[in-house]
């Protein structure tokens, strides 16, 4: 009986409390520009603060997502206690879709912990089925911005590096290249540079992307490898990348002027290997990039073939090339143009330095 009371009591207490010190909270909200430009990012900002402490409520609001002409992303969020008050913010950055004014017209959801919610957990009671909060729909101050046309989808302030080599290899030896775009911006707008040379290969690497988010914008890098193969002189065409400038808010062009490669005569595929590759075979991409690495080395180093008094089978003139390789790299190359699938652990161990050693290297293979 004496616990029933005290349980009894507790409860008076505590919506005595609720009654006397109820929670009380309000919220605003902000945009840090009234006027952007199309696909410029806009930080918006809403804060909920609590007259106390406010254990009993807790929020729904993530409008992230994409709608109709804008697109919303999550910055940031946080709670705290101020001064014994709770203070709840919500950050998030916009990219207008349209040419428009846009408003920014969301809904948070406040839960708030029930009067039954509070018996069944004093009381104990597990046999009621009533809903444990109560839900307030809170309608948030609208924003609105002004957003004004640039003409490219490309909007941000943006500095361009390219990193070649010298313009002069040897036959089906690559000629590399780096395109590097640096900033704050829109990088999501930027699409792969594309060449088409005539009698060259161009092999591109997947574009690396070193980003975050900011209230500002995406600041970090945008990162393509090339390599051109070819067995007579190219030229790297011109590349023009059109972007709107925030800082001077006019239209630029990044710009990778025109190349032109000088390539001397070399030792042909078919002089490395005796066999031709079979025609249904297609090379992965990811081993390419071993083929290209290296084959500049293999070429370098001048294997030379000895000319054969008996002919040999296409299995023992890969055995004697592989005993005759003078490093790694040459190696390498042999793995890839035989048959890069059924070497690929090795080549792998080889690239990773797992495998350090020319000797257990070809011990492996013969193995």
């Known amino acids: 009986m004496k616990k029933s009371l005290g349980r009894v009591?507790?409860?008076?207490?505590?919506?005595?409390?609720?009654?006397?010190?109820?929670?009380t909270y309000t919220w605003s909200a902000y945009a840090n520009k009234t006027t952007a430009y199309l696909h410029e990012a806009i930080h918006l900002k809403y804060v909920c603060s609590f007259s106390d402490a406010s254990e009993l409520y807790t929020i729904e609001f993530n409008p992230s997502g994409e709608y109709e002409k804008f697109t919303l992303k999550n910055l940031r969020s946080s709670e705290q206690i101020v001064d014994g008050k709770r203070v709840n913010s919500y950050?998030?950055?916009?990219?207008?879709?349209?040419?428009?004014?846009?408003?920014?017209?969301?809904?948070?959801?406040?839960?708030?912990t029930t009067k039954e919610s509070i018996e069944d957990t004093v009381i104990g009671r597990d046999n009621v089925k009533k809903e444990d909060f109560k839900k307030e729909?809170?309608?948030?101050?609208?924003?609105r911005v002004n957003v004004k046309e640039t003409n490219t989808p490309l909007v941000g302030d943006f500095a361009i590096e390219t990193k070649k080599n010298e313009p002069k290899v040897k036959a089906y030896e690559p000629y590399r290249m780096q395109v590097s775009i640096k900033g704050v911006g829109n990088f999501e707008a930027l699409k792969?540079?594309?060449?088409?040379?005539?009698?060259?290969?161009?092999?591109?690497?997947?574009?690396?992307?070193?980003?975050?988010?900011?209230?500002?914008?995406?600041?970090?890098?945008?990162?393509?490898?090339?390599?051109?193969?070819?067995?007579?002189?190219?030229?790297?065409?011109?590349?023009?990348?059109?972007?709107?400038s925030l800082r001077e808010q006019k239209?630029?062009?990044?710009?990778?002027?025109?190349?032109?490669?000088?390539?001397?005569?070399?030792?042909?595929?078919?002089?490395?290997?005796?066999?031709?590759?079979?025609?249904?075979?297609?090379?992965?991409?990811?081993?390419?990039?071993?083929?290209?690495?290296?084959?500049?080395?293999?070429?370098?180093?001048?294997?030379?073939?000895?000319?054969?008094?008996?002919?040999?089978?296409?299995?023992e003139e890969f055995r004697q090339k592989v005993q005759e390789a003078k490093s790694l790299d040459e190696l390498m190359i042999l793995l890839v143009l035989k048959d890069a699938k059924r070497y690929e652990k090795i080549i792998s161990d080889i690239e990773t330095k797992k495998v350090a050693s020319l000797k257990n290297a070809k011990r492996l293979i013969v193995d």
């Open 251 to 315: 239209l630029k062009k990044f710009v990778i002027n025109a190349l032109d490669v000088s390539v001397e005569a070399g030792f042909s595929k078919e002089e490395l290997l005796d066999e031709e590759p079979k025609k249904s075979f297609e090379f992965d991409y990811s081993y390419l990039y071993y083929l290209l690495a290296f084959v500049a080395g293999f070429l370098v180093a001048k294997i030379k073939v000895k000319k054969r008094v008996a002919k040999k089978s296409s299995d």
């Open 137 to 143: 729909p809170f309608k948030q101050k609208v924003l």
């Open 192 to 244: 792969p540079i594309a060449f088409n040379i005539e009698g060259v290969r161009v092999f591109a690497e997947e574009i690396a992307r070193d980003y975050k988010l900011s209230e500002d914008g995406l600041h970090g890098e945008w990162i393509q490898k090339f390599a051109f193969v070819s067995e007579k002189d190219f030229r790297v065409p011109r590349v023009e990348i059109e972007y709107f």
């Open 9 to 23: 009591f507790l409860i008076v207490f505590i919506f005595l409390q609720a009654g006397l010190f109820a929670s």
């Open 91 to 112: 950050e998030f950055v916009a990219f207008a879709k349209e040419a428009l004014e846009i408003e920014f017209a969301f809904e948070a959801i406040m839960k708030k």
